[in-house]
Structures are given as C-alpha cells and as structure tokens.
C-alpha cells in the first residue's frame, strides 16, 4: 500500500466512525462508553486509533478522553466536540465533528463546519499555509464569531501527528508551503465574539505520550517502555489502553511513575480563557500532483 492509499484508507475509517458518532452520542450518555466504542469501531474497519478519542465539551476545546472507570458524561444542554484519529501502517488521518445540544449554540456550529470547507478549497500545492488562517478569520467575523488564535492545524506524517508546518486558524505571517504528497489536518475552532479566543491548559486528560526510551534500572519500568514503544511508538495513547493491555496490577501506578521520570508527556486539557463554548470541526488533506484530496469526507 502506497502512503498516499493508507492515508485514504485511514481517512474513510475516520469518516465512517464520525458519521456514527454523530448518531450515536446522546446527553447523559458514558464518555468511556464513548470512547470505547469509537475506538473499537476504527479497529474493526481495518486501521487502528492514531489517538484517545477526544470527547471535550463546552470550554474544553480538545484532549480530554476518558480514563479507566470514568464516571463523567455528556452534560445536557453540552457541546461536545469528537476528535478522532485512525491510522493505516501508521499514515494518519485526524477528523473531527461538533455534537451540538444546545440550540443557542447551533449557528456557531454551522458556521463552523461551513467555514473549515471553504479553506479547504483554498489548499493547492506551493500555496502558503497563512491563507487557511486569512479565510478562517474573515470568514468567522463575517458570521458574528471568532477562532482560538493558539490552536492550529499541522502536518502529518508517518506515525508523527504533529510534523513540522502548523496551519494557522487567524491572520498569521507564516513561511511554510503546503507541500507535494504531504498531509495536513484542518482544524478551525469557533467561539463567540465575546470570548477571549484562546485557550489555556486545564487539568491532565487521560492522554499519554512517550517521549524517551531511557533505559531505567526498574525492571518493570523498562518492560512498560518496551510496551508502550512496541504498541503506540510516539503516538497519543490512552490510560485505558495501557491498563488493559500492559496486564499487570498496578498499570496507573507504573504510568504515573513514567510520567514523574519523564519518560512519558500527558497532554492537558485546553480550555477556553473566558470560559466560552468551543465548536470545532476538522478534516485531513493530502496534496497530490493534480489535486487536493480530503481524505476523511
């Protein structure tokens, strides 16, 4: 399979399970539950989860998935917004939708989905990135909102989420081209004009990330890297994941004890700096010689 038909690939298995998501979310409902599902369904379409699913409602903007035996769910009136990752032989597709239950919140999410196409039409070889972030501001005033100025699309690359070249979601000078055969993610958070547009780091998420493979005299220790390198290499995993898979009593324990030597990041959870509802919406491009091609509609 060539990256450009594993990027495909991966972007129809997101595509599919946002599509069930978006049916299947109710107020009330488990986030774990959530999550769970989700997951599952991206394994059983053929890729595996790039990421925790991102369950982030109201002012949380992103990265908040659920932990083992999570007793959180889906506030009412909530939205929420659901951010997923797949990846086929480690070539990624990020996407994701607003669950709205609000209705006075409704017009901020069309808007938003709305606005993420029309920058997508904007994306063609050797174009600059800062005209995603030009499109996304303009077109935010035109309705009466504003976006998250801190929070940006990014390249990706194999088994890298994060790969160099951010898109900007506001009028932002940047160098950077979008390149041949490369891949992107477009993400434009929406807030309302009153709101401060940034976000800030909440609490922990339940989102992990190796970031050395240092060998440690604990043995446990080391065999807990060697898992985590073998199963996720540098991608997001979840703290569900690791307990359920590493199979020993006292996986939090050995988790958390990764974090406090370093040898693994948790991502916190981003949250509105005036506590205003966040919407977001996203899809993954991959710029070929012809065209663009939006791998996760």
Not at 68 to 85: L, Q
Not at 147 to 175: C, F
Not at 256 to 285: C, N, W
Request: with cysteine; proline share 5%.
């Amino acid at each position: 399979m060539t990256p450009k038909e594993a990027y495909q690939k991966a972007g129809r298995i997101a595509s599919s399970v946002l599509r069930f998501a978006a049916d299947f979310i109710t107020e009330g409902m488990s986030i774990e539950e959530i999550c769970e599902t989700l997951e599952e369904k991206i394994r059983n379409g053929g890729g595996q989860p790039a990421f925790p699913c991102n369950i982030s409602q109201n002012d949380e903007a992103a990265h908040y998935s659920a932990s083992p035996g999570d007793r959180r769910r889906i506030e009412k009136a909530a939205i929420v917004k659901v951010d997923v990752g797949v990846h086929v032989e480690g070539y990624i597709a990020d996407s994701a939708i607003t669950v709205n239950f609000n209705p006075t919140l409704q017009e901020m999410a069309s808007a938003n989905r709305a606005i993420l196409m029309v920058a997508l039409k904007t994306i063609r070889r050797d174009v600059g990135v800062s005209v995603v972030g030009e499109v996304v501001e303009s077109e935010a005033a035109k309705r009466g909102f504003k976006p998250i100025t801190n929070l940006a699309g990014h390249q990706l690359d194999q088994y890298v989420i994060h790969s160099g070249v951010s898109v900007p979601n506001s009028r932002e000078k940047m160098n950077a081209t979008f390149r041949l055969n490369s891949a992107y993610a477009i993400e434009p958070f929406l807030v309302p004009a009153r709101a401060k547009g940034w976000v800030e780091n909440g609490p922990p998420g339940n989102i992990y990330r190796l970031v050395s493979r240092k060998r440690t005299k604990d043995r446990v220790l080391g065999e807990a890297l060697d898992f985590v390198w073998e199963n996720y290499r540098s991608l997001p995993f979840s703290s569900r994941w690791f307990v359920r898979g590493f199979g020993r009593a006292g996986a939090l324990e050995v988790l958390d004890a990764l974090l406090k030597q370093r040898l693994v990041m948790t991502y916190p959870i981003l949250v509105e700096a005036s506590g205003a509802p966040v919407s977001q919406f996203e899809h993954t491009v991959f710029v070929d010689e012809q065209e663009t091609i939006v791998t996760t509609i």
